[in-house]
């Protein structure tokens, strides 16, 4: 099946620093999400994001279907970032693939 | 706003007891699923539904079992509740096979 790498698994950050944070599939994706899982475990929608980039905020992200890769960028940290970064894609079959996420720690 | 909403958020059950724990959207979605979140295995998806009348296993079905009568609600239960099954568990839907992913807040369940 469709593998996802999800990197760095942990990130700790000063307040107001940038960061990048890699997803990587094994094979093509029909859809591509990131989610973040806050300290209360809220799984919040960030990006529905198949192709291309898109911006929200202090937030943007970029896939490149064609390279299996989807990049999300946070600017400016803030404590508020701190949890769980999830990229979610689908299989051909409609089967859901998580990565294994990207724990962030924003320290004030 | 169209939402998905679980209930109950917390519940503490007894080995052995049966549980159900409800999923209901409002986006009229065909695409119902039930993951458990458990500390080291991430998202595991238990069961799933493609339309009215249809439900599906996922990789950790066994001791849960879902029904679709509806669109809006796939009702998840345990039919025994073991001490393994305390976890949190997420309802999702999408529209369609490609489409956005919506996650409800969460149902935190203990048994003991």
């Known amino acids: 099946g469709i593998q996802v790498e999800q990197s760095p698994p942990d990130l700790i950050l000063q307040e107001g620093a940038n960061s990048t944070l890699r997803c990587n599939f094994s094979d093509s994706v029909n859809n591509l999400q990131w989610f973040h899982q806050n300290p209360w475990g809220q799984l919040i929608n960030l990006f529905y994001?198949?192709?291309g980039t898109k911006q929200n905020g202090r937030l943007s992200a970029t896939t490149v279907a064609t390279e299996r890769y989807s990049l999300l960028y946070i600017s400016s940290s803030q404590t508020t970032d701190s949890g769980v970064y999830f990229c979610v894609g689908s299989s051909n079959t409609g089967k859901l693939i998580f990565g294994q996420g990207t724990t962030l720690q924003v320290k004030p | 706003d169209a939402e998905i909403t679980q209930s109950p958020r917390h519940k503490i059950t007894e080995t052995g007891r049966q549980v159900t724990l409800a999923c209901h959207q409002t986006w009229n979605h065909n695409n119902m699923f039930w993951y458990r979140q458990d500390l080291g295995h991430g998202l595991r998806l238990i069961h799933y539904s493609y339309g009215v009348q249809d439900t599906n296993k996922g990789e950790v079905s066994d001791g849960y079992s879902v029904s679709r009568s509806n669109t809006e609600d796939l009702p998840l239960t345990l039919e025994s509740a073991a001490s393994s099954q305390t976890s949190v568990y997420f309802c999702?839907?999408?529209?369609?096979?490609?489409?956005?992913?919506?996650f409800g807040e969460g149902s935190r369940l203990t048994v003991l």
């Open positions: 999702a839907s999408t529209g369609h096979v490609a489409g956005e992913l919506f």
């Open positions: 994001i198949p192709s």
